[in-house]
């Protein structure tokens, strides 16, 4: 049963997406415009079908069915200034789509099902960077299927939960010996995950709403094979345990008229568990450290409703850097990083788009690095947009 609903995902995710190749920075906390152009503080707020994913408590404001089909396009530039030079990252749009539908089946019950990419990475280098030791390619593509309900408890308190169903695939590349050589070690594995989501929302009056989400990690047993060029002939079999962080979060929301909303969110993701990773193998096993730190993403922002349907957003989100330099690796290259969000939308009788725009900058000077290769000052320059459309039926 847990393989033919990883098979019916991909088969719907490919259905929903037209066929399109996606890729991603490793965590993806955006998953919807409505919330991204807020700045992502939307928790406490959960009002559409995209509830399912940020606080499945939320569905129980929806009277009526939705569905909702949304694309994630986004760039990330990374630039590498380093003793040995100043080297930029081989960045491209990469397409993410996102897929949510709602169904109430009671006055106090709701159904949901999302289909979206909560984690991933895509990051590639030229092979001749100093750095190589470290990471060439380093690739994760991650689908999530969401299935999960809320249900109203009282008029002013909601409950929800549910479980996802994951499937990661990780292809790593780096190299053996400092640059220039061509050597290379791969690794290529995928696995299945189940993790477990439960939230609330309390709305005591019209004017106040919080929000909390709790969503546990999901662990995986990449198995695959690995690659030693030019040192071992051929492929041989290979495995990584690997798992993707449990994340809490708490939303608050004002709404000081029918014109206005403003939120702010804080969102704690548990990287701690995460530590040295050991990929097995008969020629013996490679380590990749980790060791990160835990961090926080602090999100703020308002929307503007207008007359005949119109909506305006704006917001900020300040995310932690999780990575520290002793175990810094430029092909994840985390920082202290600020996001810019603005967002743009209209609802008709029973149909709404909407359209948001993101800005992301950091400037981290890292010293310390494994065998110092990778010492050096990074900047990062993201740009995001992202646009759905959803039907009330």
Known sequence: MFKRMIKLSWALIWLG????VFANGFYIPVQAPEATGRGNAWLATADTAAAVYYNAAGLTQMAESEISLGIYSVRLGIEADTPFGTFENNASWALIPQIYAALPISEKTVLGFGLNTPFGLATEWDDQVPFRQLAIETKLDYLTGWFVAGHKVTDTLSIGGGFGVHRADANLRQGISFAPATDSFRFEGDD????WTLSARWEPCKEHAVGLVYRSKADFNLEGKARTVPYIPGSEKA????LTPATAAIGYAYRPDENWVFEANLEWVNWDELNDLKISKASGPAILPFRWNSNMIYSLGATRFLENGWNLSGGYNYIENSQPN???????????RHWLNVGIG??????EWNFAYQYAFSDRVVEGSPFGIADGKYKSRFQGLMMNCRWSF
């Open 192 to 195: 299945e995950a189940l993790s």
């Open 346 to 351: 209209r609802k008709y009788e029973s149909v």
């Open 239 to 242: 495995s990584l345990d690997f």
């Open 17 to 20: 997406s037209m066929n399109i």
């Open 326 to 336: 002793s175990t810094f690796n430029p092909g994840i290259s985390d920082a202290d």
